[in-house]
T-cell receptor, first 113, second 108 residues
Framework: NAGVTQTPKFRILKIGQSMTLQCTQD?????MYWYRQDPGMGLKLIYY???????DKGEVPNGYNVSRSTTEDFPLRLELAAPSQTSVYFC????????????FGPGTRLTVL | GQSLEQPSEVTAVEGAIVQINCTYQ??????LSWYQQHDGGAPTFLSY????GLEETGRFSSFLSRSDSYGYLLLQELQMKDSASYFC?????????FGTGTRLQVFP
């Protein structure tokens, strides 16, 4: 039981490039979340999903897209990367919604130059 | 409006007790979660208060007063490994709102 896994761990992008951050959970959780965390700050919700085929925007969705075709996977797509997207990205899953325990992946550290 | 306040930093010595306060203003409030995050690591869940009162989990306790829009995390018998950032996260509708957190430093 690996929990929540994220790939890659680190990535450097050039301005204007695109990439997909992968997130997979093996706990059969319905709820999945993408957060970003800037240095010394809290987490900001980007997108979330309450089940396969259902996604919704969080606080800071601009510049990102998501899809949820399976229960296990919740990839985050960055189109036209900008320096403001330099951050650490965490994926999380939960069995019963935001009030329930959220299990976080190890994070992806992204730098856009 | 929406606001969330926690002290930015707290220091204590091993074996001591420390309380981290959290005041919030948010519409659609359902409850208050607490998360711990060590430097370079991912957040881990500590507790959730959906009702007023005290929840105890080992050395950690969390309290909520909905009428005062206030909660706290109490850490007892502090250990060096408790040095970390602690986030209170009000649950608003179906989303957690994270603030900038409280950095706890435990000294020997």
């Amino acid at each position: 039981n690996a929990g929540v896994t994220q790939t890659p761990k680190f990535r450097i992008l050039k301005i204007g490039q695109s990439m997909t951050l992968q997130c997979t959970q093996d706990m059969n959780h319905n709820y999945m979340y993408w957060y970003r965390q800037d240095p010394g700050m809290g987490l900001k919700l980007i997108y979330y999903s309450v089940g396969a085929g259902i996604t919704d925007k969080g606080e800071v969705p601009n510049g990102y897209n998501v899809s949820r075709s399976t229960t296990e996977d919740f990839p985050l797509r960055l189109e036209l990367a900008a320096p403001s997207q330099t951050s650490v990205y965490f994926c999380a899953s939960s069995p019963g919604g935001a009030e329930d325990t959220q299990y976080f992946g190890p994070g992806t550290r992204l730098t856009v130059l | 409006g929406q606001s969330l306040e926690q002290p930015s930093e707290v220091t204590a010595v091993e074996g001591a007790i420390v309380q981290i306060n959290c005041t919030y203003q948010t519409s659609g409030f359902y409850g208050l979660s607490w998360y711990q995050q060590h430097d370079g690591g991912a957040p881990t869940f500590l507790s959730y208060n959906g009702l007023d009162g005290l929840e105890e989990t080992g050395r950690f306790s969390s309290f909520l007063s909905r009428s005062d829009s206030y909660g706290y995390l109490l850490l007892q018998e502090l250990q060096m490994k408790d040095s970390a950032s602690y986030f209170c996260a009000p649950l608003r509708t179906d989303k957690l709102i994270f603030g900038t957190g409280t950095r706890l430093q435990v000294f020997p």
